[in-house]
C-alpha cells in the first residue's frame, strides 16, 4: 500500500507546482487568417491589423461538460460581442480547445514507475493519449462554438482551432492542474472602423464617402450621397415644393421664389426675341405651369440713345413680345401683366456698349 506524503509536503508540492505552470497561452497572434471557420486542425497563426483583442477567462471543462461557472461567463462573452455589432465594426471570433498533457509516451512511464517522486505524481494523474486529447480538445472546441451560435453568434465569425494537450494551463502532476488544463480560450478580434463597408441611410453610398450619410430611405441621391436639387436653389428636390425655379430666383425654406426676376437683352431698336433667350422662355413657362399661385409682371426697358416718347413705345412692344411667346407656351393672358418704363431705369452706365446692352431688357417679376 502506498504510503501517502505528510499533508504539509503535500501542500508545498502543490504549491510548488501549480505555480512553475500557472502562464495560460496568451500570446498576440491571430488565428482567423484561414481559409475555413471550422476547421479542426491546427491553423497557422497569423499576426494581423486589428483595432482592438479582448481575450476571455478560460472556459473549463469537468467530466460532466462545461462547467456550471463557465456557463454563466458565456453571456459575459455574448454581451461583449453583442456592443461592437452595434457599432457594426467587422468581428472575428477565435475558439481554441486544450486538454490535459497526456501520458502515453512509454519512456516517461517507465522512469517515472522507478522513482518515488513519480510514483506519487502518478497517484494523481489520469491516463489520455494523445489522439484521445485531440479528439476531446475537437469537441470541447465545437461544443463552445454551437453555444455561442444558440446566443445569437454568427457562425461565419467564428475560427475554431484544436491544440490537444500542447500547452497545458497547469501541471499535470495534481488533478486541480489537469482540471484546469481542460479549457477553451475565446478571443474577439474587432477590426479598425475604416475597413468597415457601412451604408447607414441605404443609399448606396458608403458612410465613409457620404456628404449626406443621413438621407432619408427612398430619396434619390447624387455620387456624393446627397439628395438631388434639380433646380439648383439649395432646397432638396424631394422638400422643394416649387420644383424647377429659375436659377434667378431667391426661394424659401420650401423652395419657393420669395422675389423673382429674369432679364432677358435685346438687339439695338428691336423688340424680338433673340435666339439665345427662347430657352430661358421655356423654361420660365414650365415653372409657371407647375406653380400657378404665381402671375408675372413683364417690364420693358431701352437704353438712352434716341428720343424718349420712341423709347418709351420700343420697351412696351419689347415687354408684350416676351407676353406673346409666354401665352404660345401654354399660360393664361390673364396672369400676365405688361408695362413699357422706356429708358427711366437703366441698370448700368450709358456710356459704354456694354451697359447700354443691359440696358435694353425686358424683367419678369413673379407676385402673388
Not at 156 to 179: C, H, I, K, Q, W
Not at 315 to 327: M, P
Request: aromatic share 10%; hydrophobic share 35%.
Amino acid at each position: 500500500m502506498m504510503k501517502r506524503l505528510p499533508m504539509k509536503l503535500f501542500i508545498l508540492t502543490m504549491i510548488f507546482t501549480l505555480s512553475s505552470f500557472g502562464g495560460i497561452y496568451d500570446y498576440n497572434y491571430s488565428p482567423l487568417e484561414q481559409e475555413s471557420n471550422t476547421t479542426t486542425e491546427r491553423s497557422p497563426l497569423m499576426y494581423g491589423d486589428f483595432d482592438k483583442i479582448i481575450r476571455f477567462k478560460a472556459l473549463l471543462f469537468d467530466e460532466e461538460g462545461l462547467t456550471r461557472e463557465s456557463k454563466t461567463y458565456l453571456d459575459t462573452i455574448v454581451k461583449t460581442v453583442d456592443e461592437y455589432k452595434i457599432d457594426k465594426r467587422k468581428l472575428g471570433v477565435s475558439i481554441i480547445a486544450y486538454t490535459q498533457a497526456v501520458t502515453d509516451d512509454k519512456n516517461e512511464e517507465a522512469i517515472a514507475s522507478k522513482t518515488y517522486a513519480n510514483k506519487i505524481q502518478n497517484w494523481f494523474r489520469k491516463d489520455l493519449d494523445k489522439n484521445t486529447s485531440e479528439h476531446i480538445s475537437e469537441e470541447y472546441a465545437f461544443d463552445i462554438q454551437k453555444l455561442l451560435i444558440d446566443k445569437g453568434i454568427d457562425k461565419n465569425m467564428t475560427v475554431l482551432e484544436v491544440r490537444g494537450a500542447n500547452d497545458p494551463a497547469y501541471s499535470g502532476a495534481t488533478s486541480e492542474g489537469r482540471a484546469l488544463s481542460n479549457r477553451v480560450m475565446v478571443a474577439l478580434y474587432v477590426y479598425p472602423p475604416e475597413d468597415i463597408e457601412v451604408d447607414s441611410d441605404g443609399d448606396s453610398v458608403f458612410d465613409k464617402k457620404d456628404a449626406c450619410p443621413e438621407t432619408p430611405i427612398g430619396v434619390r441621391v447624387d455620387l456624393k450621397g446627397c439628395p438631388l436639387d434639380t433646380d439648383s436653389d439649395g432646397v432638396y428636390d424631394y422638400k422643394d415644393q416649387c420644383p424647377g425655379t429659375p436659377k434667378s430666383f431667391k426661394v424659401d425654406v420650401d423652395g419657393c421664389p420669395l422675389v423673382g426676376t429674369l432679364r432677358l437683352n435685346f438687339t439695338f431698336n428691336k423688340y424680338n426675341i433673340e435666339e439665345y433667350a427662347y430657352p430661358k422662355v421655356a423654361s420660365f413657362a414650365q415653372f409657371l405651369k407647375e406653380n400657378s399661385q404665381y402671375k408675372v409682371e413683364i417690364s420693358g426697358h431701352t437704353d438712352s440713345t434716341g428720343d424718349e416718347n420712341y423709347n418709351l413705345t420700343l420697351s412696351f412692344l419689347r415687354a408684350n413680345e416676351v407676353r406673346k411667346a409666354l401665352i404660345q407656351e401654354g399660360i393664361e393672358a390673364r396672369r400676365l401683366i405688361v408695362t413699357g418704363l422706356g429708358e427711366s431705369m437703366p441698370v448700368s452706365d450709358n456710356e459704354r456698349e456694354e451697359g447700354r446692352y443691359a440696358n435694353r431688357r425686358v424683367e419678369m417679376k413673379l407676385y402673388y
